[in-house]
């Protein structure tokens, strides 16, 4: 069974505007196999959006982070992973 990680971005109105989200998300020290970003900017609207787009995508456990972006591809985690969807 899959592993999902949604990466809520905290202040995401005040990212630079070169922030590179896909190096941001390989750069992060929380890995699931499906990863989705929560963004004003890029990625998913909302939580409920991404959480859902992880079921679709067969992930039976789904964990979520918030961190905040330290430079224009890293981002710093700001919480210990929730668990949402799964046992």
Not at 10 to 34: R, V
Not at 35 to 64: N, P, T
């Amino acid at each position: 069974m899959k592993r999902g990680v949604i990466i809520y971005i905290a202040d995401s109105n005040n990212l630079a505007e070169d922030f590179d989200f896909q190096k941001a998300l390989t750069n992060i020290d929380y890995q699931g196999d499906e990863m989705g970003i929560v963004s004003a900017k890029e990625g998913y609207f909302d939580v409920q959006e991404a959480l859902y787009s992880m079921v679709i995508k067969g992930c039976g456990r789904v964990s979520m982070i918030v961190a905040q972006a330290e430079t224009k591809d890293r981002l710093k985690r700001l919480t210990p992973p929730v668990h949402l969807l799964g046992y």
